[in-house]
């Protein structure tokens, strides 16, 4: 019994293009978000980085949780108004990373060119 070898599709189809608008939660902040959101407090990265790449702009971006942290952000998203999950996060991670001394210090400049030719995020 021969059976025909497998194709590989994931070399020759294109990745899907991320709408940002059919997705849940990926519109604009609330209005009263945007008036307690302080712009002035976003640290400026580095006088080479380009403007766009410290923008506001939302990138996708994916980790893992365990099972029961997925499921009390799913269930506050339900129950809480107003509660998306991906502002949440973010705001999490800001202020974590606003504690951090090391999170905003500049790479070297060799360091930063090597991440903005292989991460296509970073791309204005």
Known sequence: M????????????ARPVLDTSSLYGMDELPAEARATTNIAQVPVVSSSVPAKAVGDEWVQFSTYLRRNTYLRLKQAEYWEPGFVVRQQIEKVVTELLDKLESANRSLPDEQYQKLLQKNKKLKP
Do not use: E, G, L, V
């Open 2 to 13: 021969s059976t025909a070898p497998k194709r590989n599709f994931t070399a020759k189809t």
